[in-house]
């Protein structure tokens, strides 16, 4: 090897020494290891590596293989780190410095503290100083410290060297598919990426991590076998057929065959069970499981509905043992009744059963109750104001029921610090309550409604990782993660209606009735069923009309008539809804549904007869709230029944407290939780790449016997 080259290699491997010091290397267990001696060897105590690696308690035995990742003492040097712990011993090729430096050496200073200054060894100072090869170093002495090149070595060199590599996000993984191909846990792959962000789960395509290098035969091709008795008149070709093994495969495995000339009957042979797959693992194939604290292999195959010998032959880690924090693979058509967010398996976790009463969330309330231009002393005026403006109706509706919520989980032992403020729907009052408010240690906001001032306090809270609910809008230009839309989005309504059509379907006649202003609704349920008839209603100031001759050419009289009515126009719908009515009959059998259910159809003027004879069928975010437990605590506060919108406080509210007592962080709440529901709305929180958190969750309702219900899924 050329000197040049050496010199350089040398060098590299020098500062990989003087590196790993300040890094935090792995150490994969060996049999027998306990925490105790790990933390020994690396001069840490047992609290700095469970701090490290939180899937991993106190008094629980180390399997072997488990990777761990090492809070290395940074006042440790190499020289202390004893056993395999060490760096790997170098062997230093001569290298000649590039100048010197003349040191004085001053009162009780060492050699340790010289060469440490000066960033050389202490070897270094002895060559170019050996007076020191007989003598102590003494107060005045002048010393030559020799100074060397500075090697900087590119991030790929380091990592190689430190036992990782960077790895590079391909499309459609997730953090679960690459923890699961590393055979690391989710907290061990954060602590080796501390920009990973910890409000959400993303991870964008070609994003690089850094990563444990896998040590020899990577885990992806390890081998499991099966003992098989060899029935009379066994050949190896039948053998290769039915296990795909060859015979120089099997002769190598059991060497009594040729031993013993053949095959024989009774024979006993070791047989390659499953060769795991070395295909890409990502969401387009395999859903996760993250095994949980104290999850035994009985719960764990009756939580998945697999057996164990599945989950053997695809994650055959799971040999040596479950571990809390490993990553499990399934295939995608395994799902059956689990719960599948982002492709990670959710637990079915009872949120009342599962509340930690030393959690004590912090949340600040953002309403427009706009106070500043009610006078309070005068009652009858303040009241008619209040009855009068629709804002105001809502506000308080959403607020009377926060309160009940906050009583509710007062008597589940929950203790909640509050602060409400009123934004009086202005967006410069929204900015001075964020300067005044010490937004540190918050635990979620619930508001503000208006968008500018929604905005502005998602940016502000974004800076904190302040998860901000919006209790009224659906959607908006806002592009933070931290923001929670709460209401469903008028697209999840419409496809959850043209879904819940298709499944209920055979045969029927499909028709489509639409406003100008509904061209794209009408085009959406095209796209599903692309034989339905479609008719546009012809609008005008002074005329509604629907061409009932051209509308009567569609119907038929062999099949049920489905017709969707697209309009937000209350006198359309007035009109369509009695001539459908009126063409109902038994020869022509109709039924309505809309993908768009606004104000038009709560309008006065529309017949709930009418409604009621058609099935009328929409998707909705709210149920009409039952007699619970909800409704007698308000009226027996308020003397009143709950509106929507205080049904929609309590729900709100009590979800996002239920949540934060069972752990106080929303974000890492949301992507283990499924589907939760209340008196008369659910949650399913659906994490956006580019815009925050978004309800997915909605119901199916329609008028039947002059009562609205609810379509219950079958």
Known sequence: MPYKLVWIVTLLLLFSIHVSAQQNPIHKVKEGETLENIAKKYKVTPYNILSFNKEIKQGQTLLPN????????????????????????????????????????????????????????????????????SIQLKKGMRLQIPKFPEVVLTEEELLNQQGFEVYTVQPKETRWSIAHRYGITI?????????????????????????????????????????????????????????????????????????????KEGMVLRIPQKKVSTAVVNTDNYIFYEVKPKQTEYSLTRNLDVTYRDLLDLNPELINGLKAGMILKLPK???????????????????????????????????????????INDKDKATKILSKDR???????????????????????????????????????SKEILLKENLMGVSAIIGPLNPHSLKEVAVQASNYQIPVISPIASESDISLSNVFFSKPADSILRDRMISYVENKRTDENIIVIYGVSHEASKNKILQHFPLASSI??????????????????????????????????FKVVSSVISILNSTNTEESKIRVFTTDYNSAFENNVISNTHLSNLN??????????????????????????????????????????LKLAYKNNLFEVS?????????????????DLASGYFNTSSYIMKYEDMWVKEVKPE
């Not at 990577?218 to 057929?241: D, M, N």
Request: glycine content about 6%; proline content about 4%; charged content about 30%.
């Open 671 to 687: 992507s283990v939780i499924g589907e939760t529901e209340y008196t008369g709305n659910k949650f399913n929180y659906s994490k």
């Open 187 to 263: 907290d061990s792959m954060l602590v080796l990426n501390p920009q990973l962000s910890k409000a959400n789960d993303n991870l964008a395509e070609g994003q690089q991590l850094k990563l444990p290098r896998p040590e020899g035969v990577p885990e992806q091709v390890v081998q499991l076998y099966q003992s098989y008795t060899v029935p009379a008149k066994q050949t190896f070709y039948s053998l290769e057929k039915e296990f795909g093994v060859t015979s120089a495969e099997l002769m190598k495995l059991n060497p009594e065959i040729g031993e013993r000339g053949g095959l």
């Open 616 to 657: 009328f069928c929409y998707p909705s975010v709210y149920r009409n709230a039952p007699n619970d437990s909800f409704v007698k605590m308000y009226r027996k506060r308020f003397g009143s029944t709950p509106d929507q919108y205080a049904t929609r406080g309590f729900d709100l509210a009590y979800d996002l407290l």
């Open 391 to 429: 804002i105001s109706k809502s506000v308080l509706g959403l607020y009377s029921g926060t309160l009940v919520a906050l009583d509710s989980i007062k008597k589940l032992g929950i203790s909640v610090d509050v602060k409400v403020f009123d934004t009086e729907l202005s967006l410069n009052k």
């Open 66 to 133: 488990t990777i761990l990742v090492i809070p290395l003492n940074p006042n440790a040097t190499n020289e202390e780190v004893s056993g395999d712990a060490k760096t790997e011993e170098v062997v230093v090729v001569q290298q000649e410095p590039i100048g010197f430096t003349t040191h004085k050496v001053r009162k009780r200073e060492t050699l340790f503290g010289i060469a440490q200054r000066y960033d050389v060894t202490q070897e270094d100072i002895k060559k170019y100083n050996k007076e020191l090869y």
């Open 536 to 569: 546009e209603i012809s609008e005008s100031e002074k005329n509604i009309s629907l061409d009932i001759d051209k509308f009567k050419t569609f119907l038929s009289e062999e099949k049920e008539n489905w017709v969707f009515v697209e309009t937000d126009n």
């Open 333 to 375: 058509d395994k799902t059956g009744d689990l719960e599948v967010k982002n492709s990670l398996i959710l637990d079915k976790i009872n949120l009342l059963d599962s509340i930690n009463t030393m959690n004590r969330p912090k949340l600040l309330v953002l309403l427009p109750f706009r106070l500043d231009r009610i006078d």
